[in-house]
């Protein structure tokens, strides 16, 4: 019987109910979906699992150890009761990283050393040595989770956060990212084969997500996770899953996706991390202005993040274009049904379109939401 691991997998605010779906599928039990994760459970192996074709997750982070605690000391204490020499190897460099929720410790930096202390004093007393610290570059990241009154502890499987794909080359101004971009497709419930549309796709991220989906291409196959330089880490066991996920996946061929963007320089961005990604001939590039361009298919998906505008004198210039964008919808879009995020909640007003779902999403901090249009000849228009 293999031992059953407990794990968190954080996620963008509002993805947390698809996370959970995408976990059961990859054989996760004990699903528990709360507000920014997801916690699950099964055999260590899982996490390799999951990290490597997960679209939505940002981490996977697994449990190691905790309890309750009253000051900085407590944490101390429960941080150096945990054999830390028994993960990782002395010669790692670690890094530690601390979020609370209602805790009644005044100082999170403070905190985040004692647990540091307490980890290179565990090494010390076992090796007599302690390993370095590096907070831009670690090779081992571990966490913190504080309550009012628990602290969890865990060391983070993913390594670098799991949007990082290790495809995109180019970033645009204000890129996605890659597992909101996934969940923002997967919310507008398209399926591969079925005409998709970016008609302002920047640097192309949604495009890029929406071709690996095509392909069955798993998320994390063309990068490493810090699960690698775990003690326990089974190479073997890895490398199976890898040779797995490349067998399932499909060779390169034109889908229906499409990209437009009235910037050559988005476009070279976007043509550029298509090819990196081993994807060129996959998806349709070319410029246009989403005002004036046909949509590329008689029905299909249009998913977009098109710009709201945040310097001065931007606000005017998009108060005209959003209803020009409406209009856009309804002349050329008949039959299609798009999905449009955007931050501020008076310019999807403009469109003078009815949104038939509202549904929150956070970009990082910013507060969001991805309005659905059906577009039907004759009856959307407010």
Not at 25 to 53: D, M, S, T, W
Not at 211 to 226: H, Q
Not at 333 to 356: E, F, N, Q, T, V
Request: proline share 6%; aromatic share 10%.
């Amino acid at each position: 019987m293999q031992k059953t691991e407990q794990f968190f997998a954080t996620c963008p605010r509002g993805l947390e109910a698809l996370l959970a779906d995408e976990l059961r599928g990859l054989g996760a039990e004990a699903i528990e979906p709360v507000q920014g994760g997801v916690g699950f459970a099964g055999p260590f192996e899982l996490c390799y699992r999951v990290n490597l074709h997960t679209r939505l997750a940002s981490r996977v982070l697994w449990r190691v150890g905790g309890g309750e605690y009253f000051d900085e000391e407590d944490v101390y204490h429960g941080t150096l009761s945990i054999d830390w020499p028994k993960f990782f190897a002395l010669q790692r460099t670690i890094m530690v990283k601390v979020t609370a929720q209602r805790s009644p410790l005044k100082s999170l930096e403070y905190v985040t050393l004692k647990i540091k202390d307490a980890v290179c004093d565990r090494f010390r007393e076992v090796t007599g040595e302690r390993p370095s610290v590096d907070t831009r570059e670690p090779e081992v990241r571990i966490h913190a989770y504080l309550t009012a009154d628990m602290c969890t502890l865990y060391l983070d499987t993913s390594g670098q956060a799991l949007f990082k794909r290790g495809l995109r080359k180019q970033a645009g101004l204000a890129p996605l990212n890659e597992n909101l971009a996934a969940g923002m497709i997967l919310l507008s419930g398209w399926q591969p084969g079925e005409p998709f549309f970016d008609p302002m796709c920047g640097s192309g991220t949604l495009l890029m997500e929406a071709a690996l989906m095509a392909l069955n291409i798993a998320p994390g196959s063309g990068r490493d996770f810090g699960f690698e330089r775990l003690l326990c880490f089974d190479a073997l066991q890895w490398q199976t899953l890898r040779e797995e996920a490349r067998a399932q996946q499909l060779a390169p061929t034109p889908q229906p996706i499409f990209g437009r963007d009235l910037f050559g320089s988005s476009l070279d961005d976007a043509r550029a991390n298509i090819v990196a990604a081993g994807l060129e001939g996959v998806v349709e590039l070319k410029q246009g202005n989403v005002l004036e361009v046909p949509a590329p298919a008689l029905t299909g998906v249009i998913v977009t993040n098109p710009p709201y505008g945040v310097r001065i004198g931007e606000q005017s210039e998009l108060a005209a274009f959003y209803p020009r964008l409406g209009d856009w919808l309804k002349r050329r879009c008949a039959g299609w049904r798009a999905y449009i995020l955007s931050a501020d909640m008076a310019l999807p007003k403009l469109i003078r379109l009815h949104a038939s779902r509202r549904t929150p999403l956070f970009n990082g901090a910013l507060e969001c939401r991805l309005f659905e249009y059906r577009m039907v000849t004759g009856s959307a228009r407010d």
